[in-house]
């Protein structure tokens, strides 16, 4: 998936955290929260060099590169999900569930593609979730339509949670 995609499914992880909470996603505190997703949405590519995120995170990325780690393996994983929930614990409990939520749905959608995804890091075995001749490719029109799908469904929960539920009221 690219960075537009994960961008829009950390924005909609950032959305359910925020209704989970009970905050209006019409707030500033929602408008923080959805910063925050857009930006941990993308930030597992930071292993992969070219990547927006690894070109705004360029030391990080270098520190990777020179470790070797490989494409949608260490930052895709559940131990590494594990580390940044350390890392993160200074941040506001809102905020904090926002970052791990939109993080996590990275490596999440990568499950849908043809590559896998080494979830269970250290160990080998690619994870995936659909058959290959299903799976989303990178880029695909598939993608776009994926794309398409969480932005229909985060524009939904805001309609939704600013009471413009006639909308759907009036079409049954």
Known sequence: MLQPTHG???V????LVLLQFDIPLMSW?????VLIGCIAGPLADIDKQGSI?????????ALLRVLK???RTFTHSLAFLLVLGVLAVPMPPLYYW?????YASHPLI????????QLLWPLKLKIRLLPRFMAVDTGSTGEVMFRWLLIAAG??????DAGLAFFTENMR
């Open 110 to 117: 990568d499950l849908f593609n043809e590559q896998g995804v």
């Open 155 to 160: 524009v939904w929960l805001i309609l939704q």
């Open 98 to 102: 926002i970052f791990l939520a939109a």
């Open 12 to 15: 909609l992880a950032a959305e």
């Open 53 to 61: 995120m690894a070109k705004i995170f360029f030391p990080v990325s």
């Open 69 to 71: 780690i490989k494409h």
């Open 29 to 33: 505190e929602a408008a923080a929260g």
């Open 8 to 10: 829009a499914a950390g």
